[in-house]
């Protein structure tokens, strides 16, 4: 009989998956009347649960795979005394769970790891409140002091005590940082840096979470969300994943600098993250090298680095900066390989309101071989004009020289594709930092600006001395082509010397055509190369008496979910050189998202605002001219049907998209003979 109880006993250990289950200071058997009381009570595997309560002592964990779990981050706190930290950790595979650590005054140090922990941390649903610094130290909500694998940090919450503190919400200083995960935390607040990793990184993913407000009265230097840099001689950053983050009223979002001589940041994605309002620096700023103290120390942008389908807005001016990029990609001479890879494709940048410094949207600085920029969108402001000797708001920015990375590379190749840029003093630009001057791409690069649209900039693409930059096959928001004195008839963005530019084309480079014609509606698509009628989920549907004309330079590819009703009309044709539905009937970004402008009428006589939107958003008339009847319908960028509302009898509706996720919409209008569209941008 005692052998079978034990049996029974070994089969409960083993499905619990906890050897003894410890209580503090009550609730079950058997239960002790302090934390550390019950720690040093347990063997290896042990859980101990602990009330609601508030629990002033600094605890040791040195038992490995112990668990902690409080009865909520609410109702459990674990207060720490002064500059002590709430516990130090020397074993491994630690988990707590479901607390609080605080200081009713400040917190010195939240959870300190020391050796010999090597691998396994666990943190889940633990709220770190009121971090401080203590005399000229950092404060720390995690500091882990040793090399360490295998650390989750997820459903937290850091909040540092009060502008101007510096802490750091979660910080790796050991030899190597190796599989770690920090996902879903909800609350990175006045902190100097969200996640600071200052060794080598083999294994990062940051998904999730969400970054700011920042710490305005010190925004300087490493403060960021992530930041990894400053490591060792053996330092390399490989295999990191940043998506899903929201940042806001950032000092730096994501900030990689890898300064160690023959060392590489290998391979990364940053993707599907909203970045809203630098309040000093860059969005994303990635730096392989610099140089100190006029030694170069060349480091590797190896690669592939990806930066894709991320959402920056920036509307807020910029503080004590000189010129600011929401992407910033950097490297040193010396240190690149023709192997190297940088990609930012999908990227939507919008500015807005009036800046006090030059704003780019991207910055490529350096001796960067390869760098791909295809199909984002960037909507600027003329505003930004400010910097001293350097180049003004620009969509794409090449400094061909500067003082701390070198030239640019004699074999780069970059390629500027299917993108859509509007609204800057220069679409595209590249200048010499040493010299001041507009140009010096050296002969043997390439930069290849192609099947991109370029308009209502104030130049569509400034350049100087040096090699020539390919810039055919564009649509400069007209079908007579960029202004130039080669092409005095040209009404687009002007272009200076030095800019290949001819043949341009007569129509946005690809568009997509969804959505429905209904009866006694014509509609007419261009596309210089390709159009995509349909594809499901999306469909494109001709009904009875309606009528459509698809008109492609190259191709046109109709998929399933193309349909056209029995007296309805679809007519498609290649016409390389034109002549396209005049005048131009759809207005699209390349990126082949269709803005679903559907008539040729081209007054505009809408406006959506705020455009970005958080959320909500209002519709107005403008003008003179009133539309009795309007039909609105907001689709998303899949073409899907969202809202439908038939407006009458007011100039102005309010709207709400806040249960939508962040991305592209678009509205589209039909008021009697008259239609129209506009590109809606939701933030978060």
């Known amino acids: 009989m005692k052998k079978l109880v034990l049996f029974f006993v070994s089969l409960f250990l083993v499905f619990s998956g906890y050897a003894i289950t410890r209580y503090v200071p ?46 909520g981050p609410t109702k459990t706190f674990i207060k720490t005394l002064l500059n002590v930290p709430a516990i130090t950790l020397s074993a491994d595979g630690f988990i707590l769970k479901n607390l609080a650590i605080t200081n009713n005054t400040y917190m010195k140090n939240g959870i300190k790891v ?90 990062l993913t940051v998904q999730g979470n969400t970054f700011g407000p920042w710490d305005l009265a010190d925004c300087k230097e490493a403060a960021s969300g992530l930041y990894i840099g400053d490591g060792n001689a053996n330092f390399d950053i490989n295999n990191v994943t940043v998506t899903g983050n929201t940042f806001t009223s950032y000092a730096r979002g994501v900030y990689f600098l890898n300064n160690s001589a023959n060392r590489t940041i290998g391979n990364t994605l940053i993707s599907g993250n ?57 490297t040193v001479t010396g240190g690149e390989s023709n192997t190297s890879l940088v990609s930012v494709t999908g990227n939507s940048i919008t500015f807005s309101g009036t800046f006090n410094v030059p704003i780019w949207g991207v910055l490529l600085r350096g001796p960067i071989t390869h760098a791909d920029i295809l199909g984002n969108t960037f909507s600027g402001t003329t505003s ?66 192609t099947s991109n649209t370029i308009s209502n900039n104030s130049f569509g693409i400034y350049s100087g001395l040096g090699k020539r930059i390919n810039a055919v096959n564009n649509w400069w928001g007209t079908n007579t082509g960029p ?97 396209f539905c005049s005048p131009s009937s759809v207005a699209t970004s390349p990126t082949g998202i269709e803005e679903l402008v ?35 319908t907001l689709y998303s960028m899949r073409g899907e049907r969202i809202i439908t509302r038939e407006l009458s009898g007011q100039k102005s509706f309010s709207f709400s998209v806040s249960g939508y996720p962040a991305g592209f919409y678009f509205i589209k209008l039909v008021a009697n003979d008259h239609v129209e569209s506009i590109k809606l941008i939701k933030t978060n």
């Open 26 to 71: 009550s609730g079950g058997s058997p239960a002790y009347s302090s934390i550390q009381a019950a720690i040093n009570a347990s063997s290896p595997g042990d859980l101990i649960l602990v009330k609601a309560g508030n629990y002033i002592q600094s605890l040791t964990v040195n038992i490995a795979n112990l668990t902690i779990q409080g009865a």
């Open 114 to 203: 020391i050796p010999p922990a090597s691998i396994g941390l666990t943190v889940d649903g633990v709220y770190f409140t009121n971090m401080d610094h203590f005399g000229l130290d950092i404060g720390y909500g995690i500091e882990i002091t040793t090399s360490m694998a295998n650390v989750v940090v997820q459903n937290c919450e850091f909040t540092a005590l009060l502008a101007a503190t510096r802490a750091i919400a979660i910080y790796g200083g050991g030899e190597t940082q190796t599989n770690w995960l920090v996902k879903n935390n909800t609350k990175f607040s006045n902190v100097y840096a969200g996640i600071y990793l200052n060794g080598s990184v083999s294994g």
């Open 274 to 330: 909203t970045f809203t309002n630098s309040i000093w620096s860059s969005g994303i700023r990635i730096i392989a090298g610099t140089q100190l103290f006029e030694t170069y120390a060349p480091s590797k942008l190896e690669g592939p680095v990806t930066v894709s389908d991320n959402i920056f807005t920036q509307s807020a001016t910029i503080v004590n900066g000189s010129g600011v990029s929401m992407i910033d990609l950097r």
């Open 384 to 449: 930004g004009t400010g910097g001293l000797n350097m180049p003004p708001t620009t969509a794409v920015c090449v400094q061909t020289d500067y003082l701390d990375y070198g030239p640019m590379a004699s074999n780069a190749v970059f390629n500027i594709k299917n993108n859509s840029i509007s609204g800057f003093i220069y679409g595209i630009t590249a200048f010499n930092m040493l010299t001041k001057v507009y140009g010096g791409i050296p002969f043997g690069a390439a930069i290849d600006v």
């Open 483 to 579: 202004y130039h004195s080669t092409n005095m008839t040209g009404t687009g963005n002007p272009v200076t010397d030095f800019v290949d530019f001819l043949p341009f084309y007569m129509a946005v480079p690809n568009t997509t055509a969804t959505g429905t014609v209904n009866s006694a509606e014509t509609v007419c698509y261009n596309a210089a190369e390709v159009i995509t009628v349909a594809g499901l989920p999306n469909i494109f549907l001709v009904k009875t008496g309606g009528s459509a004309t698809l008109i492609a330079g190259q191709k046109i590819s109709f998929l399933p979910g193309t349909t056209v009703q029995p007296g309805g009309y679809m007519r498609g044709y290649i016409a390389p050189n034109g002549p």
């Open 598 to 632: 559907f008539s040729s009428n081209e007054d505009v006589q809408f406006k959506a605002y705020p455009n970005p939107t958080d959320g909500n958003f209002t519709l107005v008339q403008r003008g003179d001219k009133f539309f009795e009847n309007v039909t609105m």
